[in-house]
């Protein structure tokens, strides 16, 4: 019997040698897809040579792999590789433009060498390093799967993934110097697949990127779609199943945007593990060069006048308290403070002279351009680089927003509303500015009655901010009536406002709520009784500490300067203490920040979720009330 099976093997190999078939070893970690990229054919040509591997694929397992029908000629090609830098002194007159061509270099080199240039114009006496290249021609095979690609325009990264079957990672990973947003003509390395293999993106469709610990079970919920339901839209899962950055392919009309959800607070105090040292920098704008260090009055008059250096401080104050928390838990830290003077030419000296590669994370800068360039340029490190008190403009993949979206501020608050099963009436009540949205307001609760304010009876085209009294004679019946007030009119406001506290009775109970709680709401002319009486609720990103209960922090703090901490003082220390107590619960920042954790301390809550192609932004927000002449929360 034995010699039987060895003939039949050896015929079989003499046949696979003949077809040009070859064998592959199947190693840890390797997956059909991998091996299908190594050997330039697809999934489906080696399943059908290996039937088995659908139920029994493990390592050490022996594979038949059929000859790629990829072009694989010899090609010759050129590469550059980087020898060294010479100093240049930018004199009067020259330009990007002709130094490139007087040093043979591209301006895109340049500019990655000296990346300042990014954001600023060369000015005489710059002295800039120019990149000195060799050439090194080579005939190479595409053995490694790889080709050049052109970006074509409005193509972005996860389009390019999705075009050749790979994640927006494994993108990243073939073009480690790919700019954070690509331009048209730009070239990148892709996997080496046919042309007519190649997926097209079709507009009546919309795309999702998986994300991290995802599942079929946890896409039905956020997507509304079955397992089933995708797999007809993406066969390959079929195969690959599930994999975090991977692109699907779901109905125009599924919500691919982020959902509001309830999640329980997670207490990272007793799940520490990792108590290495973490290394901080905090760059806030202290602007000490205006500071006269050798006047007492004049700092103390600077403190005073300066509104800026004042919620500075606050926030150092915080963070400092938050490292003496920590530290008291075991958790070590090395914090380096740098002052950016709110002057993006200062951070770039900063960035210039200072290697920030090795650090844990980084909070800050203020200014937004100022923190767009720290976080660009420590991206490729991998760098966490926090918002504390601002949105970026550009969310890169190692930014942690930690102010929720408006957006989502705004859904939270109507999921709030229609989780109310007490309510009997919801009412809209807007300026005329406020019209559309209000408009899609009614979208959620369609039986909602919508009261607009007049019109100018001199100029119909001027919003005259006012609504009649007998607008509002019969709109409340018995029970609960909800009323979203929708303006950025002070006088507006208060109008509504008294109008609405003068209807309610003992039968009918008014709450009042808004999505945007702005400079209406607040003022000489806003009546914080009206507000109470009407249980005036909220979307917030904070919530003022509860003063009836015990807090370690609040108290050290007023032992130590007689007031209660600031908003400012709050946010600097829940910041600091979240990142920290996440960073010694894991191995690193990234690892510990998923929308499965949510935090919450003296002020401020956290859920850090991975946005879709992007950063991470908080998803944490509160719905507010006022009860009593006190702010409270309300969720």
């Known amino acids: 019997m034995k010699n039987i099976i060895t003939v039949i093997l050896i015929a079989f190999s003499i046949y696979a040698s003949a077809q040009n078939y070859k064998e592959h070893k199947v190693k840890e970690g390797e997956t059909i897809e991998s091996i299908a990229k190594q050997y330039l054919v697809t999934p489906f040509d080696i399943y059908a040579l290996n039937p088995?591997?659908?139920?029994?694929?493990?390592?050490?397992?022996?594979?038949?792999?059929?000859?790629?029908?990829?072009?694989?000629?010899?090609?010759?090609?050129?590469?550059?590789?980087?020898?060294?830098?010479?100093?240049?002194?930018?004199?009067?007159?020259?330009?990007?433009?002709?130094?490139?061509?007087?040093?043979?270099?591209?301006?895109?080199?340049?500019?990655?060498?000296?990346?300042?240039?990014?954001?600023e114009n060369l000015k005489k006496g710059d002295k800039i390093k120019i990149p000195r290249y060799r050439t090194i021609v080579s005939k190479q095979t595409l053995n490694n799967t790889v080709k050049k690609y052109k970006v074509q325009p409005s193509e972005g990264k996860w389009r390019i993934a999705y075009k050749f079957g790979i994640t927006v990672e494994e993108l990243e990973a073939l073009n480690p110097n790919m700019n954070e947003v690509i331009q048209p003509g730009d070239e990148l390395n892709v996997p080496n697949i046919k042309n007519?293999?190649?997926?097209?993106?079709?507009?009546?469709?919309?795309?999702?990127?998986?994300?991290?610990?995802?599942?079929?079970?946890?896409?039905?919920?956020?997507?509304?779609?079955?397992?089933?339901?995708?797999?007809?839209?993406?066969?390959?899962?079929?195969?690959?199943?599930?994999?975090?950055?991977?692109?699907?392919?779901?109905?125009?009309?599924?919500?691919?945007?982020?959902?509001?959800?309830?999640?329980?607070?997670?207490?990272?105090?007793?799940?520490?593990?990792?108590?290495?040292?973490?290394?901080?920098?905090?760059?806030?704008?202290?602007?000490?060069?205006?500071i006269d260090t050798d006047s007492i009055e004049e700092a103390k008059e600077m403190i005073r006048t300066s509104k800026l250096l004042s919620i500075v401080l606050d926030f150092h104050e915080g963070v400092t308290m938050a490292l003496d928390s920590a530290k008291q838990l075991g958790i070590s830290t090395e914090l380096k403070v740098?002052?950016?003077?709110?002057?993006?030419?200062?951070?770039?000296?900063?960035?210039?002279?200072?290697?920030?590669?090795?650090?844990?994370?980084?909070?800050?800068?203020?200014?937004?351009?100022?923190?767009?360039?720290?976080?660009?340029?420590?991206?490729?490190?991998?760098?966490?680089?926090?918002?504390?008190?601002?949105?970026?403009?550009?969310?890169?993949?190692?930014?942690?927003?930690?102010?929720?979206?408006?957006?989502?501020?705004?859904?939270?608050?109507?999921?709030?509303?229609?989780?109310?099963?007490?309510?009997?009436?919801?009412?809209?009540?807007?300026?005329?500015?406020?019209?559309?949205?209000?408009?899609?307001?009614?979208?959620?609760?369609?039986?909602?009655?919508?009261?607009?304010?007049?019109?100018?009876?001199?100029?119909?085209?001027?919003?005259?901010?006012?609504?009649?009294?007998?607008?509002?004679?019969?709109?409340?019946?018995?029970?609960?009536?909800?009323?979203?007030?929708?303006?950025?009119?002070n006088s507006f406001a208060s109008s509504v406002i008294s109008m609405l506290n003068g209807q309610t009775n003992n039968k009918s109970e008014i709450v009042l709520v808004t999505l945007d709680r702005n400079k209406a709401f607040e003022g000489k002319n806003i009546d914080n009784y009206h507000l109470s009486n009407l249980k005036f609720h909220y979307p917030s990103v904070k919530k003022d500490f509860d003063e009836s209960k015990s807090n370690g922090f609040v108290s050290k703090y007023r032992e130590a300067y007689g007031v209660s901490p600031s908003k400012y003082v709050a946010r600097g220390f829940d910041i600091t203490l979240d990142l920290l107590l996440r960073l010694a619960s894991a191995e690193n920042l990234y690892e510990a920040s998923n929308d499965t954790i949510e935090t919450e301390y003296v002020e401020n809550k956290f859920r850090y979720n991975r946005s879709m192609f992007g950063g991470y932004v908080n998803e944490a927000v509160y719905i507010v009330k006022y009860d009593d002449l006190r702010i409270v929360k309300a969720n």
């Open 52 to 119: 088995d591997a659908k139920t029994n694929f493990k390592p050490n397992t022996v594979l038949i792999i059929p000859t790629s029908k990829v072009k694989n000629d010899p090609i010759e090609a050129e590469t550059k590789e980087l020898i060294g830098y010479k100093t240049h002194k930018v004199k009067r007159k020259e330009t990007l433009y002709g130094l490139s061509k007087e040093y043979n270099v591209s301006e895109d080199d340049i500019k990655k060498a000296n990346r300042f240039l990014y954001s």
């Open 338 to 489: 740098f002052d950016t003077q709110y002057q993006p030419s200062k951070t770039r000296e900063l960035l210039q002279d200072n290697d920030f590669s090795d650090y844990d994370a980084i909070i800050g800068p203020m200014e937004e351009n100022s923190f767009d360039r720290v976080a660009s340029t420590l991206k490729t490190d991998r760098v966490p680089v926090v918002a504390a008190m601002n949105k970026p403009k550009n969310l890169y993949n190692n930014v942690f927003q930690s102010v929720p979206e408006d957006k989502l501020l705004r859904q939270a608050m109507i999921d709030f509303v229609k989780a109310d099963s007490s309510k009997t009436k919801v009412v809209i009540i807007s300026d005329q500015a406020h019209r559309s949205s209000s408009e899609a307001l009614k979208n959620d609760f369609p039986t909602a009655k919508i009261i607009y304010s007049r019109m100018d009876k001199k100029d119909a085209t001027k919003d005259a901010y006012f609504i009649y009294p007998t607008e509002l004679q019969n709109v409340f019946p018995v029970g609960k009536t909800v009323v979203f007030l929708q303006t950025t009119s």
């Open 196 to 290: 007519e293999e190649e997926k097209a993106i079709e507009p009546t469709f919309g795309y999702y990127e998986v994300l991290p610990k995802e599942g079929f079970y946890r896409l039905k919920i956020k997507l509304g779609l079955t397992q089933e339901e995708l797999e007809k839209l993406n066969p390959e899962l079929k195969e690959s199943g599930l994999k975090a950055g991977m692109i699907l392919k779901v109905p125009a009309d599924a919500d691919v945007s982020v959902d509001v959800k309830d999640v329980n607070i997670t207490n990272l105090k007793s799940n520490l593990t990792n108590f290495k040292t973490k290394k901080l920098a905090l760059m806030m704008p202290y602007r000490l060069d205006r």
